[in-house]
């Protein structure tokens, strides 16, 4: 079955200088993939005729659906209605139906109707309304040489309900696409050159309608393996197979399957075992306990934290010894493990985690540098700590350190199952 490919074209100045951020376009493109379309490019344009028509002309040699939201206001930087009617040779008409829905959104919201939103009603005569219930502007669409145009407000949503109420449905019913299946595998603790290294064989031997992706994020990558078949069930069964493959291949790894969070995973295991943890934070201020927390039910595992900024609050509420501060210094080894051995036993939890370090941009010297930071764990059985090399960005290094000690509890959790 032949691919059906979509690009998305937005359009709107304020878009381009930033003043908004074009949400709708993920949006459209995660709907259509669930219908068997793909996204082929997304296209950002500004109020200016000559630049729009462009675009359409660009979109319909590489897509057989253009989607256009933006620019169907009633002010005169709205531009969109009226290069489509010049696109289409065609000229504006006032239809009925449009004018019926934007009288009565009027009336419900105790305005009476202005002239300029009585313009929005008036269409391009080749086009099918669609209609917006939520909204003054009509969307449009146009079919013309086998390709689908359909123009919807920039509002999103507005552009969502025509979406989900019409234009989607009538996608899937005007072209045949196959189906398009998205299996998420979050890895993290090893750099993506490293992974794709490990992968390369099996990635190589992956059969021609699956495709492999590598997406990076702060602390780790997110493997995306993409199916495309007409038959659902069965490519449900293969990507599910070359999952099972990958696992073996990265076991230590893989941390969730879907759009799961490392927090949320981590939480997920705890709540299984039953564990408690608490957190002694330093250099992070506060952020390890934001990441654990902001995970609905966290409650179950997440006892408290103490952000034993200053040594003083090192000493007095943690009780790490003076001497210990005064010989290694609070970014040290010993300093870390005695704040995560002490936080344990004062909230009484079976884990305790802990941060120490140079978050930056000041404050590091030759021996210990910007960056340099020491995290720990201690339970029951030990404790033990390690060091972090980051870099001089203040806001990364918390970042990274946070992801970087919920790594350390996943992996010695996983490490006593396996003793």
């Known amino acids: ?79 969109t209605k009226n290069v489509l009617a010049d696109y289409f040779h065609t000229e504006l008409e006032l239809d009925e139906q449009s004018l019926a829905d934007v009288t009565e959104l009027f009336k419900i919201r105790g305005y009476a109707l202005t002239e300029l939103n009585r313009q929005q009603a008036f269409l391009p005569a080749s086009c099918t309304p669609v209609r917006n219930v939520l909204g003054t502007a009509p969307g449009m669409w146009f079919e013309d040489e086998g390709k689908v145009f359909v123009s919807m407000p920039g509002v999103p949503f507005e552009m969502k309900r025509m979406m989900e109420d019409t234009v989607l449905p009538q996608l899937k019913a005007y072209f045949k696409t196959p189906h398009i299946i998205h299996r998420v595998i979050q890895t993290v603790g090893i750099p993506e050159s490293m992974l794709a290294e490990k992968l390369e064989d099996w990635e190589t031997n992956l059969p021609q309608h699956i495709r492999l992706a590598y997406l990076p ?67 992070t201020g506060g952020f390890l306990a934001h990441r654990m927390t902001s995970v609905p039910g966290s409650s179950a595992y997440f006892v408290g934290g103490v952000v034993a900024y200053d040594n003083s609050v090192k000493m007095q509420v943690l009780g790490v010894k003076p001497e210990t501060l005064q010989q290694h210094g609070a970014v040290s080894e010993a300093t870390v493990l005695e704040m995560a051995q002490n936080v344990r036993q004062k ?10 370090g140079i978050a930056g941009p000041d404050g590091g010297t030759a021996e210990k540098p910007v960056g340099t930071i020491w995290i720990a764990y201690a339970d029951q059985h030990g404790s033990k700590a390690k060091l972090l090399q980051f870099n001089k960005n203040r806001q990364l290094n918390i970042e990274y350190t946070a992801l970087a000690v919920l790594n350390l509890v996943r992996q010695s959790l996983n490490i006593a199952v396996e003793e």
């Open 347 to 356: 909230l009484n939890t079976d884990i305790g985690v802990a941060t120490s």
């Open 1 to 79: 079955m032949k691919t059906v490919y979509a690009e998305i074209i937005t359009v709107g100045d304020e878009i381009l200088y930033g003043q908004i951020v074009d949400t709708n376009s993920a949006w459209m493109g995660t709907e259509l993939t669930k219908i068997g379309i793909r996204v082929k490019q997304i296209t950002s344009v500004s109020d200016e005729a000559s630049h729009i028509v462009e675009a359409l002309d660009n979109a319909r040699s590489r897509a057989d659906i253009i989607l256009i939201t933006g620019g169907l206001g009633p002010t005169k930087d709205d531009l």
């Open 217 to 283: 994020h702060l602390g780790g990558v997110r493997l995306r393996l993409t199916g495309t078949s007409d038959h659902a069930e069965q490519l449900e069964k293969e990507l599910d197979a070359e999952v099972s493959k990958l696992a073996a291949l990265i076991p230590k790894h893989i941390f969730a399957y879907g759009e799961v969070p490392l927090e949320e995973a981590l939480g997920k295991l705890l709540k299984e075992r039953g564990l408690t943890i608490s957190a002694a934070e330093s250099c």
